[in-house]
């Protein structure tokens, strides 16, 4: 009934988002803290207004609010419904059946599952241990890289510079830097922009601006990159409600930016805390960090977690089994988390 490729695939595997309100929820990398106060106020207006009507299929409000935001012009953004979205679009321009796709690994593994449904080839190319970006990926003659920078799971940066190289040895590749978790970082790949009409830089407003629940990502790149993109989306791929709180949100970032402080604040007390149990936590520029007992599943560790009302993210894979991923949570989450680990691993 279904394409040879559909029934082959296995499909994306989220975070758990359980219905049971008592857990420390340190698994999807959402946001402790509320969204601006703002946003609320926007919704609460919009949800008076024209829900009969369909939203403005690039959803311009939101779109010109962004490209004042990062100094661009309207035509070099395109909103999606989720940066999700936004990566299954450049899939679905870019990816032939066979088109190799390569990325970095281990990363985020949305990219196998959407790779897979077009029938591309994934070229999975191994960070080397400090989580630098690999020589291996300027060779590979893919003609679609994506770098996710910061990196999940790992939460290491990359440093934007090192992107030229990637971007100049092949001026006709598509290079991606999935920036979903830039706003927690010291540095990204907006100024390489100006220069490079081969790069999409995407966004999320889920993580640093707290609205994981409205789904909202931003494609940046050159004008002509963006006009592909949005050949290819749904015509009303963004809902009304979500283009105004998208729109208020980013009219006050520098209420993401306390959060954000907060949580880096959080982060470096946590790996120091995590280092003096005995884990190995890469510096991590994002909001969770990677806690590594080389050689050791940790599988029994994160169900001990669970039943014990903590949720974090541990990938059963040969590569990340030794691990867990945390989010940086309050610090009363992070103290409960800390409190159950030290009764677990001793
Ligand atoms: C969370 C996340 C996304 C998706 O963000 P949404 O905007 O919520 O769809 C994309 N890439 C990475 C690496 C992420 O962690």
Redesign the pocket.
Known sequence: MFRRIVEAMEGYVPGEQPRDRRYVKLNT?ENPYPPSPQVLEALHDAVAENLRLYPRPMADELRERAARLYRLQPENVLV?N????L?AIVMRACVDPASRVAYPVP??S?YDTLVSIHGGQAVHVPFPPDFSLPEALLETDAKLVIV?NPN?PSGTLVPPESFRALLERRPSRLVVA?E??VDFADANCLDLLREHRNLVV?R????SYSL?GL???LALGAERVIEALAKVKDSYNVNRLSIVAGAAALRDPRWMEGNVRRIRRSRDALTRRLVEMGFEVPPSQANFVLARRPGQDLGPVYEGLKRRGVLVRHFPTPDLRDALRITVGTDDEIGVLLRVLGQLVG
């Open positions: 990398n999606g989720g940066s999700d979205e990566l990363t985020y949305l996710c999940s999935d979903a978790y995407l999320t407003l889920s993580k994981a789904r909202i990502g």
